[in-house]
């Protein structure tokens, strides 16, 4: 008997899955060199309890603003590199999914965050909005990345790398939770 996961054999990689490719990874690099440079650029937020939208707000919100918008680049071009390479129903709404976080985090780079200490009269319709992207964007991208490395793992063609693809869906499910655990702690 044949299963799914014998049938489903990888499409040659193209020209065009290659540069995508290369380009989520070169976004995802450039979101991090620009995180990392605002926690020079910006010493008083303290990373281990402010949100990383926060170094939007300001004269260098504009580097905040460019690295999600290189973070949203990477979403969409890994779509493109691996499209033809997930399978199955999970696979699929992931790869949906990964759309809409980078969607998420365009919006999240175009309106700014309201400060931490705003109070409820002080809230912008800027800062709802990059909420709402945050609320999308945030658990998105490890969902994404999960139902992902399983549509991954039922192609014959990754089944070399099936053992890690479940193991960083795991560790990305673990990173989840610990997340919320930790704001759960730390916001109110």
Request: hydrophobic share 60%; aromatic share 8%; charged share 10%.
């Amino acid at each position: 008997m044949i299963t799914m996961t014998q049938r489903m054999v990888a499409t040659p990689v193209t020209a065009i899955s290659l540069s995508a490719a290369r380009l989520s990874i070169a976004g995802a690099v450039a979101f991090s060199v620009l995180v990392l440079a605002l926690h020079f650029i910006r010493p008083e937020l303290d990373p281990s309890w402010r949100f990383i939208s926060e170094y939007a707000i300001g004269a260098f919100g504009w580097v905040m603003m460019l690295a999600f918008l290189s973070m949203a680049v990477s979403c969409a071009a890994l779509f493109v590199a691996i499209r033809s390479q997930v399978a199955g129903i999970a696979g699929r709404i992931g790869m949906m999914l990964l759309l809409v976080v980078s969607v998420a985090l365009i919006a999240a780079g175009t309106f700014t965050m309201d400060p931490v200490t705003a109070t409820k009269d002080q809230l912008t319709t800027h800062g709802s909005l990059h909420g709402l992207a945050s609320m999308v964007g945030v658990p998105g991208l490890p969902m994404a990345a999960v139902l992902i490395s399983w549509g991954l793992a039922r192609n014959a063609a990754w089944s070399s790398e099936r053992k890690r693809l479940i193991a960083t869906s795991v560790l990305s499910l673990i990173c989840l939770v610990a997340m919320f655990g930790y704001i759960g702690v730390t916001l109110p």
